[in-house]
């Protein structure tokens, strides 16, 4: 005889499984996203306080002391970190390996505006503008305008939540 099809419906166990299994760890990772936010929050209100330990960096902005070194003036670094907004503004390209199976993301040397920068202001303001561009990517990849992040200048990361992943996320903590 013929095989009956599996019923694959809202109520099939299936279905049901899927519900069981995924909706918990999304609800648990929304949860844990939702604390971090707040701690984050709760850190750069901190950092505003006079004399506060919580020390932030500004992800995604470039560092305006190292242009001007190189030459440029306020009103061209500025319109370089706006550029910088721009999704289209990509100098970045991905390369894959011979056999196919990696891809590297590299800078793209030859992108245009890169050649630009290199030939009127040197490689300085080209490591900068891709650091930004790569900050940017990383920590608002829809937005991207810069993101304001308590930071550990000493381990050149964020600061955790003193609570850690299941704590109470009310202070911040230098890792160890």
């Known amino acids: 005889g013929a095989a009956t099809p599996r019923p694959r419906g809202r109520n099939s166990v299936g279905a049901r499984l899927r519900y069981a299994t995924y909706n918990p760890t999304l609800k648990a990772q929304r949860d844990a996203q939702a604390k971090l936010v707040a701690a984050r929050s709760a850190a ?3 950092a505003k306080l006079p004399r506060s330990p919580v020390p932030v960096k500004i992800m995604g902005q470039l560092d305006t002391f190292a ?4 030459g440029m003036d ?3 670094i500025s319109e370089l970190q706006e550029r910088l907004r721009h999704h289209e503004f990509q100098p970045t390209r991905v390369v894959t390996s011979a056999d196919g ?3 590297t993301e590299v800078v793209d040397k030859d992108h245009p505006e890169l050649v630009a920068l290199r030939f009127d202001f040197g490689e300085t303001v080209v490591d900068e503008v891709v650091r930004c ?3 940017l990517d990383a920590w608002n990849p829809s937005g991207r305008y810069s993101v304001s992040v308590p930071w550990d200048e000493a ?19 230098r890792p160890a």
Request: hydrophobic share 35%; no cysteine; charged share 25%.
């Open 133 to 135: 561009f790569r900050e």
């Open 44 to 46: 750069l209100t901190a």
């Open 74 to 76: 306020a009103i061209q």
């Open 155 to 173: 381990a050149d990361r964020e600061l955790e939540p003193a609570g850690g992943p299941s704590g109470d996320h009310t202070s911040w903590s």
């Open 67 to 70: 242009l001007s070194r190189a």
């Open 101 to 103: 199976e990696t891809a």
